[in-house]
């Protein structure tokens, strides 16, 4: 399996996540997620614990407000991940 380089800066664009199809389609394009990437908040913290480099999320408040309490799960998920995993950063801007 294809494992991220420490190195490695990731983007988010929260723009882009305002449905959580365009959110999970965002985040296995920019994350470079294998396409077996199941698209569910799972499959998320599964990859997200194989994998490292620090991933950033801008402009959070549109996918916040888009997505409601769906988009705080998917942020639990990534600072879950990042606290669990050392390879790995989040954070928001």
Known sequence: ???YSLEK???LDGRAMQTRESAYSHMAAVLNFPDYFGRNLDALDDLL????GSI???NAGIML???GAYGCKLLEVFYDAANKCERLSFKVK
């Open 9 to 11: 800066i990731y983007v």
């Open 65 to 67: 407000n888009a997505l």
């Open 49 to 52: 614990n194989e994998y490292g």
């Open 1 to 3: 399996m294809k494992k």
């Open 56 to 58: 950033t999320l801008k």
